[in-house]
């Protein structure tokens, strides 16, 4: 049994989509429409979009890889790569997704501690995310891991108006 980080590069760009449809497709279908859903893989998860935010230096994309298959990826930002202004002194947790057969064995927290990492070695004050307020897995999630609510920001789910709750750790 291993768990290996890789971080992305272009190669990894089909990989990434597929990943990325598969793991929003599952965390979210149930309780959106077909269309909503598909409007947001086709905008957010499309080539050349992924491609534009693999090759953004503010970005960075790691791979979990448990026994030799992708079991997640997380997506962190820095300074205006952020979907929102928070400053030069935050790093953003965009994407944090690991496929359902994989959950809750410690990959989440895995990833999220690599996040964390990457904030302290460049000197940031806090790390921060945005989540929809009825994922509730996620959001007991991350009050598990120290984040606290800080804020609330929209979120298009197709045409669909949604709340995401922002939620900040402060680091030491
Ligand atoms: C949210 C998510 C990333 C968590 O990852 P995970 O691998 O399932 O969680 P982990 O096994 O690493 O859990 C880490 C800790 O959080 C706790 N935890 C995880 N989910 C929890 C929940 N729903 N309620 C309470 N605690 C929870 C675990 O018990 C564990 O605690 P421990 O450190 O004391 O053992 C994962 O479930 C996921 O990808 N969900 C679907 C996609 C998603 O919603 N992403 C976030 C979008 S904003």
Redesign the pocket.
């Known amino acids: 049994m291993s768990t290996i980080l890789k971080k992305c590069s272009l190669e990894d760009l089909l990989k990434l989509q597929e990943i990325s449809y598969e ?1 929003f497709t599952e ?1 979210f279908k149930d309780q959106n429409s077909p269309e909503n859903l598909s409007a947001y893989l086709e905008r957010a998860y499309n080539l050349k979009q992924l491609e534009k935010e693999l090759s953004n230096i503010s970005s960075q994309f790691f791979f979990v890889y448990f026994n030799d298959e992708v079991a ?1 990826y997380l997506k962190v930002n820095t300074n205006d790569a952020q979907s929102e202004e928070m400053g030069d002194e935050s790093l953003e947790v965009e994407r ?3 496929r359902s057969k994989f ?8 990833l999220l501690n690599k996040a964390i990492e990457i904030a302290m070695e460049r000197n940031k004050k806090k790390i921060w ?1 945005g ?2 307020e009825k ?1 509730e ?2 959001m ?2 991350y009050k ?2 120290g984040f606290v609510q800080t804020g609330a920001h929209s979120f298009y789910m197709g045409d669909d108006e949604q709340t995401d709750i922002i939620m900040t750790k402060t680091l030491i």
């Open positions: 793991t965390t997640g944090i997704y690991i959950q809750k064995h410690g990959l989440g927290k895995y995310l989540v929809w994922n897995n996620a007991a999630f598990k891991m």
